[in-house]
C-alpha cells in the first residue's frame, strides 16, 4: 500500500514562514481584466494566475495554448491546484530513526496542495512599495523540483526571498509556475516522437517565460533581467532552457541558476529505456493497437489514465533515477541529447551559477537496500542503467567507486551510514551519475566561454544515511542563509559577489575551478569560516569514466 506522509514539523515551519496574515487585496490589470490578490507585511501576492488555456480535453498531451487576452475580474489570493501527481512509495527503513523518516516523508511529499489537470498557473511575488511603471525590479522565476513526478509551485512561497531582497535594499520579484508531470508532461516512445509531442513539460515553462515577458512589467518587473532558478528537476529544467533552440534564449532570459541539476545523461524518448514506458503503457490503458493511440489516451477519462501513470515506477521505486517519465530528446524541443548538445555548443549564453549538495544520491538509495554484495550491484547496474555494457566496461565502472564504505556517500562520514554492505557505495554512484559528473561535464565545456560560479554544499552531515542530502539546501535558499543572499545578488546584477556577502566568491574556469564551499562546521583545513573556496577536482577519474559511459549509452 502506498504510505501516507509524515510531515517534519521543523522542516514544516521552515517553508511556512512566509504564512503571515494576508492583509487587504491590492490588484493589477491585465489586458482587460482585474486580478485581485493580497498584501502581506512588505509584499503583494499575486497566485494562481492563469498563464495557459486548460491543457485537458483535446488539449491533453498537445503543446501549451497561450491564452489570446484575458477579461473579467479574478481572484489571484490562493495558488493554484498542483498539478496531477504520480503515486510515489516511502521506502521503508528498518534501522532509521524517526527524525531521519521525517526527514525523508518531508522530501518525499512536500506539503503538495491538491492536484488537478487543469493546472497550469503562475504567481507572482512583488516588494509593496514598488510602482509600476516609475521603477522596473530584476525577476527571478523559480522551476520547482520533484523527479518530474511531484510536487508544486505552491510548495515554495517566494515571500521569505522578497523580503530579504527589500532588507538588502536589492528588491527583486519573484515568478514561479506549475508545468505537466509524469505522463501528462513527459510520455514517451515512437509513437509521441513521430507526433512531435515530447517534452510538453518543457513546453509549459517556456510559454510561462513568454508570458512573464508579455506582463511581468504590469507588476514591476523588469523583463530584460530575468534569472531562472531551479533544483534538482527544476535545475534540469533550467539547464534544458539554456540548450533548447541551439542555445538562443528568444530574451526571454538573461541568466541561470542551477541547485542540484544540469545537462542530463538521458537518451531519446524512443531508446531503450523511454520506449519500455510507452509499451507498459499502451497494455496499462488498453489502448495498445489503436488506430490513433494518443487519441485514446486523449479520450479516456481521467482517473482511469491516472491509475495507468500510477503503476509506472517512480523515482523512489527499484529503478530510482531511471525514471518513466523525464525530459529525453525528441528532436523538437531538444534536438539530441542533452549531454550532446552541451558538446555541440548549443548553450545560452549567459551567466550562470551551478552547484550541488554533496550527497546527491542517499535519498535514492532506500529502495534497494536488497543490494548488498559487489555482484548485486553490478547486475543492477547492468539491467537498470547500462544494457549495452560490455563486461570489461562494467567492471571498470564498479572500480570508479571503491568498495570500502568510508569511500562512500555520505561522504566524510567514514564507516557511519553504511545502512547495508553497498548503500555507501551505491549512493556515491547515483549522485554522481547523474548529477555530479553531468555538473562537470558541462562546466568543462563551457566555463571558459560563459561567465559561472559553482558551489557546493556539504551541510546536514549529521543527519544519518541521507547526510547533505538532495534538497537538504532547500531552506538555506527559502527562510534565511548565505546562498539566499547569493542568490538575491545574483538576480539584480548576474554576479553574486558584494562587500557585505558572507564570502568572496571567485568565478569557476578551468584553471582555477574555485567553489565556495558551505559546512556545518569549522573544517580544520579551510579559512577559519564555515564557508571555503576549495577546488572542483575531486573523484575526477571516476567523472571522467562516468561521462564516457553515459555519452555511449544514455540513460
Known amino acids: ?150 510536487s508544486s509551485a505552491s510548495t515554495y512561497d517566494g515571500t521569505p526571498i522578497v523580503r530579504r531582497s527589500i532588507d538588502l535594499n536589492e528588491p527583486v520579484v519573484y515568478v514561479s509556475m506549475n508545468y505537466r508531470l509524469s505522463a501528462l508532461g513527459f510520455l514517451g516512445g515512437d509513437v509521441v516522437r513521430a507526433a512531435g509531442l515530447g517534452n510538453l513539460g518543457l513546453h509549459d515553462q517556456r510559454l510561462a517565460l513568454r508570458w512573464v515577458q508579455k506582463y511581468i512589467s504590469s507588476f514591476g518587473g523588469d523583463p530584460d533581467r530575468v534569472t531562472i532558478w531551479g533544483q534538482s528537476a527544476g535545475a534540469m529544467s533550467v539547464a534544458m532552457q539554456m540548450i533548447t533552440n541551439d542555445g538562443d534564449t528568444e530574451g526571454l532570459f538573461h541568466a541561470a541558476f542551477m541547485q542540484s541539476g544540469s545537462p542530463i545523461p538521458f537518451g531519446w524518448i524512443d531508446g531503450k529505456h523511454g520506449q519500455r514506458y510507452w509499451d507498459a503503457m499502451m497494455v496499462d490503458t488498453g489502448c495498445g493497437g489503436q488506430e490513433d493511440e494518443i487519441e485514446c489516451l486523449r479520450q479516456m477519462p481521467f482517473d482511469e489514465l491516472m491509475t495507468a501513470i500510477n503503476k509506472s515506477p517512480d523515482i523512489f521505486d527499484w529503478e530510482s533515477i531511471i525514471e518513466a517519465w523525464i525530459p529525453r530528446a525528441d528532436g523538437v524541443f531538444l534536438k539530441d541529447t542533452p549531454q550532446r548538445l552541451v558538446g555541440a555548443g548549443s548553450v545560452a549564453d549567459v551567466p550562470f551559477i551551478i552547484g550541488n549538495v554533496d550527497d546527491e544520491g542517499t535519498l535514492f538509495t532506500f529502495a534497494n537496500l536488497n543490494i548488498t554484495t559487489q555482484e548485486l550491484l553490478g547486475q543492477y547496474a547492468h539491467s537498470n542503467f547500462f544494457p549495452d555494457i560490455t563486461d570489461e566496461e562494467l567492471q571498470t565502472l564498479l572500480g570508479t567507486h571503491a568498495e570500502d564504505p568510508a569511500a562512500g556517500s555520505p561522504f566524510g562520514t567514514g564507516l557511519e551510514n553504511a545502512l547495508t554492505p553497498e548503500f555507501k557505495r551505491e549512493s556515491a554512484a547515483k549522485g554522481d551519475m547523474v548529477f555530479q559528473a553531468p555538473r562537470r561535464y558541462f562546466l568543462n565545456q563551457v566555463a571558459d566561454k560563459r561567465t559561472c560560479w559553482m558551489y557546493l554544499n556539504k551541510r546536514n552531515k549529521l543527519i544519518p544515511y541521507l547526510g547533505s542530502y538532495q534538497g537538504s539546501d532547500l531552506p538555506q535558499f527559502y527562510t534565511s542563509g548565505e546562498m539566499q543572499d547569493y542568490l538575491i545578488f545574483f538576480t539584480n546584477t548576474h554576479d553574486p559577489n558584494r562587500e557585505r556577502a558572507p564570502s568572496a566568491w571567485p568565478q569557476y574556469d578551468l584553471a582555477s575551478r574555485s567553489v565556495l564551499t558551505l559546512y556545518d562546521f569549522v573544517p580544520t583545513d579551510g579559512n577559519g569560516k564555515k564557508i571555503n573556496i576549495t577546488s572542483d577536482t575531486f573523484r575526477a577519474d571516476t567523472f571522467e569514466y562516468i561521462t564516457m559511459l553515459a555519452m555511449k549509452y544514455p540513460l
Not at 496574515?21 to 491590492?26: D, H
Not at 516511502?90 to 512536500?110: G, R, S
Open 1 to 150: 500500500m502506498r504510505s501516507k506522509p509524515v510531515l517534519s514539523l521543523a522542516l514544516s515551519a521552515c517553508f511556512a514562514a512566509a504564512a503571515a496574515f494576508p492583509g487587504p487585496p491590492i490588484s493589477v490589470r491585465l489586458d482587460g481584466a482585474i486580478f485581485t490578490g493580497t498584501s502581506n507585511g512588505p509584499v503583494n501576492k499575486f497566485l494562481g494566475i492563469p498563464y495557459a488555456q486548460a491543457p485537458v480535453g483535446d488539449l491533453r498531451f498537445r503543446p501549451p495554448m497561450a491564452i489570446p487576452a484575458y477579461t473579467g475580474i479574478h481572484d489571484a489570493s490562493r495558488f493554484g491546484p498542483a498539478c496531477p501527481q504520480q503515486e510515489r512509495e516511502v521506502p521503508d527503513i528498518p534501522k532509521a530513526a524517526q527524525e531521519v523518516k521525517d526527514y525523508l516523508n518531508f522530501t518525499l511529499w512536500q506539503h503538495t496542495q491538491p492536484s488537478s489537470e487543469d493546472c497550469l498557473t503562475i504567481n507572482v511575488i512583488t516588494p509593496k512599495s514598488i510602482v509600476p511603471g516609475l521603477r522596473k525590479l530584476p525577476v527571478v522565476v523559480w522551476f520547482h523540483g520533484g523527479g518530474f513526478e511531484m
